[in-house]
């Protein structure tokens, strides 16, 4: 406890930001100087690095992924083993960095989501109302195994404050990229898709809110490994370039209630999964569309939720600076899908910003230790969510 009292007064720390998303394509490792705290915040990436996750890293995750019933002994066993896993990957890192293990003060990690169930998406009566949301690799196996005080399970707050545990990107999105003269979305274009809406600096914290818009990437994903196993994304977007939305799948796909939801509002591959898709084939008689066309039709449906969800909350052609990452940001086949459904809306990476696209997330969890160490609590999204202040986080010692 004193070497975090000690942490707290120090005009700026080191951290280590780990994110591990629902596409399962590595670890995200963020190695961040901070500065300062809450809106004074200045941060510094140092080093990052995703660590791939091997073939048999991604079959033991799916072994439990989004699945309804698991074996709870496998389940027991992956938790410590992540942690593990994730502690073998940031030493690796350092060592390669040339960073010794004592010059990082905290980790923050996120731990790999592995059952995300919002009370709207869970079908458990007995459980009505409730939200809940479970990531695995246990932190304390970080912490011994680094040497580095490690936060982690930031979500469970959120959840207790009656949020639904995501999106958390309105916090770090406030605190380093809240602009004097310029509202902005940050979209984050991941296996699922969200954004972050900040007003201008200065304005009521209360407008700046976080929602999921539905799919990003995962059904793409899914569609491309289950038609070419040794593949396990449509690169640049290029087969989906080629291919032909089909209106009657589209419409199936985006017949669903989610998309109408009041915001803000979460979900995860539990919903937009393989059985969600193919229903809407089914039904469509379109078990035989040729991929480049599945494909298209999964862009459009991906930018449509995004579109969506802006039109529900800034009106039917918003006028805003949109910031995009994650892996979707690589994809222009997606980027062009979004501009013509958003023509008014002007879009750039956030690298524009001094952010790395596809550090962002690894990077809010290391600002959000960050504040869980030397901050104080501020209250955001109050006009929509009903969030905890910017105070996350459990604590692991290494002793
Ligand atoms: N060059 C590219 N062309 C097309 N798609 C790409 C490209 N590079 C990355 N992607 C997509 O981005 C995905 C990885 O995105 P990212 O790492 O942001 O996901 P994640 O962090 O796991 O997701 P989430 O934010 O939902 O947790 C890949 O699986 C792929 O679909
Ligand atoms: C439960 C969970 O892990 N959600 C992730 C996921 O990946 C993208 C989207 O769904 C987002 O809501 C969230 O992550 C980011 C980091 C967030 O909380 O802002």
Redesign the pocket.
């Known amino acids: 406890m004193r070497r975090l009292a000690q942490l707290a007064q120090q005009p700026s720390r080191r951290i280590i930001g780990l994110?591990s998303?629902?596409s399962l394509d590595g670890l995200d490792v963020a190695l961040c100087r901070l500065h300062g705290h809450g809106t004074a915040t200045r941060l510094e990436l140092e080093h990052f690095a995703t660590v791939p996750y091997n073939e048999d890293v991604r079959r033991r995750i799916r072994q439990v992924f989004a699945h309804d019933q698991v074996s709870l002994e496998y389940l027991t066993l992956l938790n410590p083993w992540l942690g593990r896993l994730h502690a073998d990957m940031v030493l690796a890192c350092l060592r390669e960095w040339q960073v010794p293990p004592t010059a990082v003060d905290l980790i923050a990690s996120h731990g790999q989501?592995i059952f995300?169930a919002p009370a709207h998406q869970h079908r458990h009566p007995e459980f009505e109302g409730l939200n809940a949301?479970l990531q695995l690799g246990d932190a304390d196996h970080l912490a011994v195994a680094t040497g580095i005080i490690t936060l982690s399970d930031f979500?469970q707050k959120h959840v207790a404050a009656g949020g639904e545990?995501?999106?958390?990107?309105v916090y770090g999105d406030y605190l380093l990229l809240s602009s004097p003269t310029e509202e902005r979305l940050l979209l984050?274009l991941?296996?699922?898709a969200?954004f972050t809406y900040l007003p201008r600096a200065g304005a009521a914290t209360t407008a700046a809110f976080?929602t999921?818009t539905g799919p990003g990437n995962t059904l793409l994903d899914a569609t491309v490994r289950a038609h070419l196993p040794h593949r396990s994304y449509d690169e640049d977007g290029r087969l989906a370039a080629a291919g032909q939305a089909h209106p009657a799948l589209l419409a199936a796909l985006l017949d669903h209630p989610f998309f109408g939801a009041e915001l803000p509002k979460?979900t995860?591959p539990e919903l937009f999964g393989p059985t969600y898709l193919h229903a809407a084939q089914a039904q469509t008689i379109t078990l035989a569309l040729p991929l480049p066309d599945l494909l298209a039709t999964l862009v459009e449906l991906s930018a449509t939720g995004v579109a969506r969800a802006a039109h529900q909350a800034f009106g039917p052609r918003p006028e805003l600076a949109v910031y995009v990452s994650g892996g979707g940001a690589h994809n222009p086949t997606l980027l062009a899908a979004l501009q013509r459904r958003l023509p008014a809306c002007h879009f750039a990476s956030t690298e524009t910003l001094g952010v790395l696209p596809d550090a962002k997330?690894a990077i809010?969890f290391a600002l959000l230790a960050n504040e869980t160490v030397a901050g104080t609590p501020i209250s955001l999204g109050a006009g929509r969510q009903r969030i905890p202040a910017v105070r996350l986080g459990k604590i692991s010692f290494p002793d």
């Open positions: 994110m998303g629902t989501t995300h949301t979500r545990g995501a999106p958390l990107a984050n991941g296996g699922i969200n976080s999921d979460t995860g997330e809010l």
